[in-house]
């Protein structure tokens, strides 16, 4: 059991909220190094990590299109 602990520890990663995404995903697209495709890849594994509530709207916003 003790050594079980840590692991659910780190395996519970704190979520990002929607202020942090918008900054970090912003810093991305404005990098000149990083092919479109890498910056995609490196935004849907941010979004794993993000609180879901902040694209909660989004979705909203599309089905009322």
Same mark, same amino acid.
């Given at each position: 059991?003790?050594?079980?602990?840590?692991?659910l520890l780190f395996?519970?990663?704190?979520?990002?909220?929607?202020?942090?995404?918008?900054?970090? !995903?912003?810093?991305?697209? #404005? $990098?000149?190094? @990083?092919?479109?495709? !890498?910056?995609?890849?490196? #935004? $849907?594994?941010? @979004?794993?990590?993000?609180?879901?509530?902040?694209?909660?709207?989004?979705?909203?916003?599309?089905?009322?299109?």
């Amino acid at each position: 059991m003790f050594f079980t602990l840590p692991l659910l520890l780190f395996v519970q990663a704190p979520l990002l909220n929607c202020e942090e995404y918008d900054w970090i !995903t912003g810093t991305l697209s #404005r $990098s000149t190094t @990083m092919s479109v495709s !890498t910056q995609a890849d490196i #935004r $849907s594994v941010i @979004m794993e990590q993000t609180d879901p509530a902040c694209f909660e709207l989004e979705v909203e916003d599309a089905k009322a299109d």
